[in-house]
């Protein structure tokens, strides 16, 4: 069983900055790609970021050149920094774990692009 714990969320600024951060329970974690969802009042779930289990990350084109997906396997720990937040990158995001034919996903973190 894996679980995964988002933290980072808050209210920012346009402009600003935020890094948010998903804590994995278990030891496999460092086997598995890992990926960043997000979803914003009424619409669906989106990819954010994703990256392999060998470190190779793509991003939707919405956030390239503005968010970091990373991972640390000694800490089971991923990672998204977000810079130069726009108010339409408002929405609860969520951390996923695709093992097999389970999809995990994290409780999600709101973040709030507002002034």
């Known amino acids: 069983q894996v679980q995964l714990v988002e933290s980072g969320g808050n209210l920012v600024q346009p402009g600003g900055s935020l890094r948010l951060s998903c804590a994995a329970s278990g030891s496999s974690f460092r086997y598995y790609p890992m990926a960043w969802y997000r979803q914003a009042p009424g619409k669906q779930r989106e990819l954010v970021a994703s990256?392999?289990?060998?470190?190779?990350?793509n991003y939707a084109d919405s956030v390239k050149g503005r968010f970091t997906i990373s991972r640390d396997n000694a800490k089971n720990t991923l990672y998204l920094q977000m810079n130069s937040l726009k108010p339409e990158d408002t929405a609860v995001y969520y951390c996923?774990?695709?093992?097999?034919?389970?999809?995990?996903w994290g409780q999600g973190t709101q973040v709030t692009v507002s002034s």
């Open positions: 996923n774990l695709p093992r097999g034919s389970v999809n995990y």
């Open positions: 990256i392999t289990a060998g470190g190779v990350t």
